[in-house]
């Protein structure tokens, strides 16, 4: 799958390789970004701060975004994205622990096109972390 980046922005790190390993062994992408907070996140998305360089149209095919990020939480990272018409569109999935109902409507009002709880056990993980990336990456179709 040429081109296919997906931008995983997750601050807990082990969560993070087991969701990098899973995607990786499915084969599903080229590449996947990973990004530690908010800012990295938003930095990344709109080719601020490091990624001021990058070409503006090179944008994720996939964000995987944890709620609970340290210096801006996913949240505000997804009303950010949806904010904004050249991201407006990109499929987002929250990721998160979190089993507050709030989250998942917050998610959902705000625009998530998906919200996952992230199981705790590492093949649960890794079958949802590839099954996520299965059907986004190749069934799903994306907006022009």
């Not at 590449?31 to 503006?56: C, M, S, T, W």
Request: proline content about 6%; some cysteine.
């Amino acid at each position: 799958m040429s081109n296919k980046v997906i931008l995983l922005a997750e601050d807990n790190p082990d969560d993070a390789l087991l969701t990098t390993y899973a995607l990786k062994e499915s084969n599903l992408c080229n590449k996947i970004v990973h990004v530690q907070d908010g800012v990295e996140a938003l930095d990344y998305l709109f080719k601020r701060g490091p990624y001021a360089g990058d070409n503006p149209d090179e944008l994720p095919t996939l964000i995987l975004l944890d709620i609970n990020m340290p210096k801006v939480g996913g949240l505000e990272v997804l009303k950010q994205i949806r904010a904004e018409p050249h991201t407006r569109r990109l499929p987002v999935v929250m990721l998160t622990t979190s089993k507050e109902e709030q989250d998942l409507i917050t998610s959902y009002d705000l625009g998530a096109n998906s919200y996952v709880r992230k199981p705790v056990d590492f093949d649960q993980f890794t079958t949802a972390a590839r099954n996520l990336g299965m059907y986004w990456l190749l069934l799903n179709e994306l907006a022009p």
